[in-house]
């Protein structure tokens, strides 16, 4: 019964340093989304896979910015050369059917890994 | 970019008062959900609206999504402290998957 989770909560970085994120989303899940969120604003999508395949890669702010998903199921967003703007949280969401809210497909989001780039 | 906007940006009420949160974009969407996000965790589904001039209640929550579908509004009653959190409206595009968030309600109730 485990929600989606991220790794690491905190992350810490010096400026040019990469880093990667992981997220475990919810077994069975075959939607998932990486978001990217500013302090006190709503999240901004980054990328949507479907199963392994990355559909929509069209919020990804730079070619710095890569998400993967090779087995369908866990994924990683990896940031190269990291920047003072790339601080921000990185939310992870998996998406699956749940009756009582509409009909609609949830997603479902982890804690997020917030990211510092001194 | 963010297609969606919110008001007010920040709210601060008594326990007991009534507020309403709106969600405007001059874009149509399928369908348009309302999340809560508290400190540290990630946004939490409150409801999904889908039909033009719907109205859905959720105990002391009523959510309406716009005729045109370009817009929504949140109206709590009898507001407690519990309620405290960051509020998000997000479209669902016509044309993918993709979902676009509000720029956020940040609402504090004093108990």
């Known amino acids: 019964g485990a929600g989606v989770s991220q790794s690491p909560r905190y992350k810490v970085a010096k400026r040019g340093q990469d880093v990667a994120l992981r997220c475990d989303p919810i077994s069975g899940h075959v939607s998932l989304f990486w978001y990217q969120q500013a302090l006190g604003q709503g999240p901004e999508f980054l990328t949507y896979f479907q199963n392994e395949a990355q559909l929509d890669k069209s919020g990804l702010p730079s070619d710095r910015f890569f998400a993967e998903r090779p087995e369908g199921s866990v994924s990683t967003l990896k940031i190269q050369r990291t920047q003072q703007e790339d601080s921000a949280v990185y939310l992870c969401?998996?998406?699956?059917?749940?009756?009582?809210?509409?009909?609609?497909?949830?997603?479902?989001f982890g804690p997020g890994t917030r990211l510092t780039v001194t | 970019t963010q297609l969606l906007e919110q008001s007010p940006q920040f709210l601060s009420i008594q326990e007991g008062e009534n507020l309403t949160v709106y969600c405007n974009s001059s874009?149509?969407?399928?369908?348009l959900q309302w999340y809560r996000q508290e400190p540290g965790e990630g946004p939490v589904l409150l409801v999904t609206v889908v039909t033009g001039g719907e109205v859905k209640k959720l105990k002391r929550l009523t959510f309406q999504f716009g005729d045109a579908r370009k817009d929504s509004s949140l109206h709590i009653t009898a507001a407690q402290p519990g309620d405290t959190g960051l509020y998000l409206c997000?479209?669902?595009?016509?044309?993918?998957?993709?979902?676009?968030f509000g720029t956020g309600t940040s609402l504090t109730v004093i108990p």
């Open positions: 997000a479209g669902k595009s016509n044309t993918g998957n993709q979902f676009y």
């Open positions: 969401a998996s998406r699956g059917f749940r009756q009582g809210t509409g009909g609609d497909y949830e997603q479902y």
């Open positions: 874009s149509v969407f399928s369908s």
